[in-house]
Nanobody, 124 residues
Framework: EVQLVESGGGLVQAGGSLRLSCEAS????????IGWFRQAPGKERELVAC????????YYADSVKGRFTISGDNAKIAAYLQMDSLKPEDTAVYYC?????????????????WGQGTQVTVSS
């Protein structure tokens, strides 16, 4: 079973930066995508960024375009989310998730394995 572990969350002031990491156990398939989701209190979980391995398909939510950057390391089976110019509305629990197939989809039911989540809090 695939296991995902996130790290890098924390408390930061508005305008600051954080880098989230997601490390995964070895997969048996090369064709997959890693998505970063977030869920704020009282809100639905949303996909903020995704990266596919084979064709490098990428997805960014409109709310984070130009501020967040997703990258991957296939050798380590890891994915990263660099978050710059953070805003208080970015405050949420962030999850990384794995799906088979390298096309990114925004629906959370497309993803098969999930990490435990890491809290990101942005103060104003």
């Amino acid at each position: 079973e695939v296991q995902l572990v996130e790290s890098g969350g924390g408390l930061v002031q508005a305008g600051g930066s954080l880098r989230l990491s997601c490390e995964a156990s070895e997969f048996t398939f090369r064709d997959y995508a890693i998505g970063w989701f977030r869920q704020a209190p009282g809100k639905e979980r949303e996909l903020v960024a995704c990266l596919g391995t084979i064709d490098a398909d990428t997805y960014y939510a409109d709310s984070v375009k130009g501020r967040f950057t997703i990258s991957g390391d296939n050798a380590k089976i890891a994915a990263y989310l660099q978050m710059d110019s953070l805003k208080p509305e970015d405050t949420a629990v962030y999850y990384c998730a794995h799906k088979f197939g390298s096309t990114c989809y925004p629906e959370d039911y497309e993803y098969d394995y999930w990490g435990q989540g890491t809290q990101v809090t942005v103060s104003s």
